[in-house]
């Protein structure tokens, strides 16, 4: 199947090449700072993780929420799911991926990474994230490929696949929770030290990635041959509804534990990312969009007549992506690091160098997953 990955239209060529001259540049940047170091980044003292990590977090969710398609299609036998489970699944191989390059990048001198395989460190989360991590990568290439490779044949997939399938469910959840853990287990960081972290992690994870697999859906409609179906997106849709309401429900579940107790360690972190603090506001103009993105697609989704309007069902995946991806991409990382534990104020913004590694890495993941859709379309159109 592998070759259909080499085999396209002249858009989709000049496609593959843009991705290509994007990486490259991106390439370009991260050797510079393999020479210089991390200097060339927004980060300091006071601020150890910036946009890498951030972005490392935001797509973890991204990839996790591949188990909105398995559960129901696999545990509660919803077979509409059937047709577009492969592409929850390329989609999260790509999200992993992405997700390792930004550690990757984040480490500075790449042999740190051997430091984590030759001496491994049980009690440490860190150890887990790469378990978890990697185990999730292969889970997902080895079941999407062989699903994928059933279905060409007209067989069904072989039954040591449905093993896997059943234990990649819980595994996606173990990601974004040992990510989570990495931050509530900090006990200097009153931001980030809140039991609900890996609630909100999911719920945001459940409604950021499904709504992408909407957009991608929508997307492969347009320019294939291959319909994923209106009853699949709807389906999705109302999952989305439901997981941006909890996130949003349980942001201002912290915000009221934190403003009503008056814990300064907690509250002024808030306080800088939504008003700003001793003069400090970068932030503030992002976290408030936010804020309306979600409300915005909030009401959109919860309406039915807007939800089953797709130009409308559009927009509000759109802002359920960008207000999530502000919130975790940009805000929960360096919220949690300003004002430092002195309640000192050093603020983070990232460095031109720093976002355009972070486009290139973007530029690979969509690299791979153009190939697998490309592989995985071709067949569901051969089938048909």
């Not at 809140?194 to 859906?217: K, V």
């Not at 989305?240 to 009503?260: D, H, K, P, Q, R």
């Not at 690091?337 to 972070?358: D, K, Q, S």
């Not at 890495?361 to 071709?378: D, E, N, P, Q, S």
Request: aromatic share 14%; proline share 5%.
């Amino acid at each position: 199947m592998l070759e259909f990955a080499f085999k396209g239209s002249n858009k989709y060529y000049a496609w593959i090449v843009a991705l290509l001259g994007i990486i490259g540049i991106g390439a370009g940047f991260y050797f510079w700072q393999l020479v210089f170091g991390l200097g060339i980044t927004g980060m300091s003292r006071d601020v150890s993780w910036g946009f890498y990590i951030a972005q490392f977090t935001f797509l973890v969710g991204v990839a996790a929420s591949a188990v909105m398609l398995v559960i129901p299609y696999y545990l509660h036998n919803y077979k509409a799911f059937g047709k577009i489970t492969v592409l929850g699944e390329f989609l999260a191989v790509s999200s992993v991926l992405m997700c390792i390059l930004f550690i990757f990048v984040d480490l500075g001198q790449p042999m740190r990474v051997l430091n984590v395989i030759l001496h491994p460190t049980p009690n440490s989360m860190l150890f887990w994230d790469m378990i978890v991590l990697n185990g999730y990568l292969f889970l997902n290439i080895i079941i999407g490929w062989k699903v994928l490779e059933a279905e060409r044949n007209g067989v069904h997939a072989p039954s040591w696949v449905k093993p896997l399938i059943y234990l990649s469910v819980p595994w996606a959840v173990s990601i974004h929770t040992v990510t989570a853990f990495l931050y509530c287990g900090l006990p200097g960081r009153g931001f980030w030290l809140t039991a609900i972290l890996a609630p909100r992690f999911l719920s945001s994870a459940f409604a950021a990635g499904p709504s992408l697999l909407i957009l991608l859906c929508l997307f492969v409609r347009r320019i294939s041959k291959f319909d994923p179906g209106r009853e699949q997106i709807q389906s999705l849709s109302k999952i989305v509804t439901y997981a941006i309401i909890l996130n949003v429900f349980f942001l201002l579940c912290e915000v009221f534990v934190a403003v009503y107790s008056n814990i300064p360690e907690h509250m002024d972190h808030l306080k800088y990312l939504f008003f700003g603090l001793h003069g400090h506001n970068a932030l503030v103009p992002w976290m408030w969009t936010s804020m309306a993105l979600m409300l915005l697609a909030i009401v959109l989704l919860v309406i039915p007549a807007t939800r089953q309007h797709e130009g409308i069902l559009t927009v509000a995946c759109l802002a359920v992506f960008a207000g999530t991806w502000i919130d975790k991409g940009l805000g929960m990382i360096a919220g949690g690091f300003v004002p430092n534990p002195l309640h000192h104020v050093n603020e983070y913004v990232p460095t031109f160098p720093e976002i355009m590694i972070a486009v290139g890495i973007y530029a690979t993941g969509f690299l791979v997953l153009t190939a697998f859709y490309k592989m995985a379309i071709t067949v569901k159109e051969e089938v048909a």
